[in-house]
């Protein structure tokens, strides 16, 4: 009997693990995992800072799924520009879209359009090489002595890290040598994490705080005073502890600082000449459960502002989408309407499906959710699905010619080998010409014309 066909847009950690529930599931099918980039694994290989390979070791696992028989990769095809949605619904049994929340969420204050100000998804997706900012990095003003992180969540502390780092320490990272040679002639000297409540409600974890403690070089700036002696949920026990080791250490003026500012929000970015130049704060207060303003105003220099305060996802071709919520609307995983319809065939895991939360295995038990929606659905009905060989003429019909797996193990084995000749594990291609010139020297079909 033919096999249930069935698209995964997306191959970061939701449409891989999606892809796992749907072969685990005994159900014959069939998976083609699409993917705009011609690179599978999405934050995993694009957010997850490089200097926690352990973490990134996740790949391995994912990986395997990616090599199952059952399995293909479709990299290098941007659903909802290349390939509509809608055509993807008439070629599939099911789709499930897995495009992640990568848009970084505005402060929405005057100054937020000055030069020198970006969001944490920009700055972290160049130190990460992906393909969209290779050359964002000669907009980040990294000359500037004070930076300024607004959140209060990992991300922020991973850009904080990443700023204070010496370029010894992140020299065995898999950053492109272009990312580490412009961290390594930063002049930042001083780095401001500012975060609206207090180090009780801050959403970093204490494994990443703790690891500021092995940073000799670095001080770190906690006023001790903030810190409540202690707290019944044990995560927030733990952070305390880190703020209060952190606060108690005794290091000697390191070379770059790291200030953490509770109970401060910005209320404005000023501007110097067209660039950002400082950040006006508001001190704010917990008044029965709620944080509220003060009035008391402070100024921070900052050469550069970074914000880190969530993430919305990007609307995909015509797939329903809640413009406020930044995702798309859903039961179960079944794609829904405005009106609470659902839109048949169609699904939603990770990200996309409930906003940026939780760790990378959070997603494993939000897409097996999914998987149940869509096995239920199927029950019953004879696959319709189109074979591997038509959906590869309907795309080459309209000039798209995907990156193979083979194409993105080329892409793999080029990028090992380059971090070989420099004595690191690895070394990021970041540009889109040379991923696609890699990716089409072994794959079977030339790439892509990147004119
Ligand atoms: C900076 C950062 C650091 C993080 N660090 C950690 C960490 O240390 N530990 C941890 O547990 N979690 C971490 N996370 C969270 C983790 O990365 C997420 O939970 C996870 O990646 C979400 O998975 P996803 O599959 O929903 O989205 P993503 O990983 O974003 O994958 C989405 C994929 O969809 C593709 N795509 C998007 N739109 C389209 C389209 N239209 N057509 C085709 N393909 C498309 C993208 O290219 C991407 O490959 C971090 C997140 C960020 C942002």
């Not at 993105?408 to 010409?433: F, N, Y």
Request: include cysteine.
């Amino acid at each position: 009997m033919t096999p249930y066909r069935v698209a995964v847009v997306g191959s970061g950690p939701a449409g891989v693990y999606a892809t796992e529930a749907l072969i685990r599931s005994g159900v014959d099918v069939s998976v083609d995992i699409y993917d705009r980039l011609p690179t599978p694994y999405g934050l995993v290989r694009y957010g997850v800072a490089p200097d926690h390979p352990r973490i990134k070791s996740i790949i391995v696992a994912l990986r395997k799924v990616l090599e199952r028989d059952q399995v293909r990769f479709l990299g290098d095809v941007h659903v909802g520009v290349d390939v509509t949605t809608e055509q993807l619904g008439q070629l599939y049994d099911a789709v499930v879209f897995a495009t992640g929340a990568s848009v970084g969420r505005r402060l929405s204050i005057p100054g937020e359009d000055l030069a020198g100000v970006c969001s944490a998804t920009d700055f972290v997706a160049w130190y990460s090489g992906h393909p969209d900012h290779a050359r964002a990095g000669e907009s980040f003003p990294l000359q500037a002595e004070s930076v300024v992180v607004i959140g209060a969540g990992n991300v922020a502390l991973d850009v904080a890290r990443l700023l204070v780092k010496s370029a010894e320490d992140l020299a065995g990272t898999d950053m492109p040598p272009h990312v580490l040679d412009r961290l390594a002639r930063s002049g930042v000297r001083d780095v401001h994490l500012v975060c609206r409540r207090g180090p009780e409600h801050a959403k970093f974890t204490a494994k990443e705080l703790r690891e500021l403690l092995e940073l000799d070089d670095v001080t770190t700036e906690i006023d001790a005073d903030l810190l409540p002696a202690g707290s019944e949920d044990p995560l927030t026990a733990a952070n305390l502890k880190a703020f209060a080791d952190l606060a108690a250490r005794e290091s000697a003026p390191g070379r770059r600082t790291l200030h953490f500012h509770f109970w401060s929000r910005p209320v404005e970015l000023l501007d110097a000449g067209g660039a950002v130049a400082a950040v006006r704060l508001e001190k704010t207060q917990d008044v029965g459960g709620t944080v509220v303003a003060t009035g008391e105003l402070t100024e921070l220099k900052a050469g550069m502002v970074v914000r880190s305060v969530g993430y919305y996802s990007m609307q995909i071709g015509t797939l329903p989408f809640d413009e406020d919520l930044g995702r798309v609307p859903h039961d179960a995983g079944r794609v829904l309407y405005p009106d609470g319809r659902a839109l048949d065939g169609h699904y939603v895991a990770g990200w996309v499906k409930r906003g940026p939360s939780g760790v990378v295995g959070t997603n494993r038990a939000c897409a097996a959710d999914t998987v149940v929606s869509i096995l239920a659905d199927l029950e019953g009905r004879p696959p319709r699905g189109a074979g591997p060989e038509e959906v590869d003429k309907v795309l080459a019909e309209h000039g798209i010619r995907p990156v193979t797996y083979d194409g993105w193990l080329s892409i793999d084995s080029e990028e090992l080998s380059r971090g070989q000749g420099l004595g690191r594990a690895r070394t990021k291609i970041p540009d889109w010409e040379t991923l696609r010139r890699v990716a089409a020297a072994d794959a079977e079909q030339p790439g892509r014309d990147t004119a």
